[in-house]
């Protein structure tokens, strides 16, 4: 592969080197510094000109400095003479603010999809938006995938007679479905009401878990408030065997504490969208690594192959 240069950014840069690894090239290099008055600075320290540039950056706490990276980032990519920039953004967390649901408020991911493309991005990559809509907000192409395959192969080696697939909320349920078929089992999903941030409550669980082993399946977990709201419905059910799966694990405030205080979760999968530092590692913690279909992506994007076969297809 020629033509190419791949940068990352200060968010997660283990991801990125992975990323080049599966696609068996060098991560290009960059530097990040601060002037005295605190502003960033941002150096792509090879050569941009005529060339295809990816710029993977998670938008991961803290979320507004490692946006401020990518917007530069870009904005020095097209200073540079790239040919196509494409911001690879395997975790967008403005994805949460997709709508006006209370009175004179921004719809922080319009906002944001509009200033990536002004800061010179041609394409977008991305994972599992937490509102599907917001696909919608960019005013330059996506291509918006999905870890469902990953999460399944985790699971594909078990026996799934008597396993259900839940979703914490019905907005979730399209792709709580689409991993329930492809393992083979039934789904079904809570109904839920947000109270706040880190407050939810679930009145009920339409679908029939009584006595079947659990895969919760969500997009993210953040605070994990849904997810023990969730945990106390299915306990009231008699189920058996609870796992927890989600593309983001983000485990933000005290969800790693809460969730390890519970025993009847068997294990939580995530995948490595978002770097977990050591004092997030639980013992039943499994990360998969998205590093394969972000390359695979990468590479069909780079080469004008289809990407779309990549939405359902794990690599």
């Known amino acids: 592969m020629r033509d190419i240069a791949i940068f990352s950014g200060g968010a997660h840069q283990l991801l990125a080197e992975e990323i080049c690894a599966s696609l068996a090239l060098p991560l290009s290099d960059a530097a990040i510094s601060r002037f005295s008055n605190d502003c960033v600075q941002v150096q792509l320290r090879a050569n941009c000109r005529e060339r295809d540039v990816f710029i993977i950056q998670p938008l ?81 192409p996506v291509d918006h995938l999905n870890a469902i395959q990953v999460l399944a192969q985790h699971f594909r080696d078990r026996d799934l007679a008597n396993t259900i697939v839940v979703s914490p909320d019905l907005g979730n349920a399209k792709p709580a479905t689409q991993f329930a078929r492809v393992l083979g089992v039934p789904v079904a999903a809570g109904s839920k009401r947000r109270l706040a941030d880190d407050r939810v409550v679930i009145d009920a669980i339409v679908g029939d878990v009584a006595g079947k082993d659990v895969i919760v399946l969500d997009d993210e977990i953040a605070t994990g408030g849904s997810i023990l709201e969730l945990l106390d419905r299915l306990g009231e059910q008699g189920v058996g065997q609870i796992s927890i799966a989600c593309t983001h694990g983000l485990f933000t405030g005290k969800a790693i504490e809460r969730l390890g205080s519970r ?53």
């Not at 946006?67 to 540079?80: I, K, Q, T």
């Not at 408020?105 to 809509?133: E, K, Y």
């Open 60 to 140: 991961v706490p803290p979320v507004q400095e490692h946006l401020v990276e990518l917007l530069l980032m870009l904005d020095a990519a097209r200073g540079a003479s790239a040919a196509r920039i494409t911001a690879v953004i395997p975790h967008y967390a403005y994805a949460r603010s997709d709508k006006k649901d209370t009175p004179r408020i921004s719809i922080g991911g319009r906002l944001v999809a509009d200033l990536i493309a002004t800061a010179g991005a041609n394409r977008v990559l991305t994972l599992a938006l937490h509102a599907p809509q917001v696909h919608g907000f960019f005013s330059v």
């Open 263 to 315: 025993p009847e979760i068997a294990e939580i999968v995530t995948t490595n969208t978002v770097p977990l530092p050591p004092e997030k590692q639980l013992p039943n913690l499994h990360v998969l690594s998205i590093a394969p279909l972000m390359g695979e992506a990468i590479r069909r994007i780079h080469e004008g192959e289809s990407v779309s076969s990549l939405f359902m297809k794990g690599v």
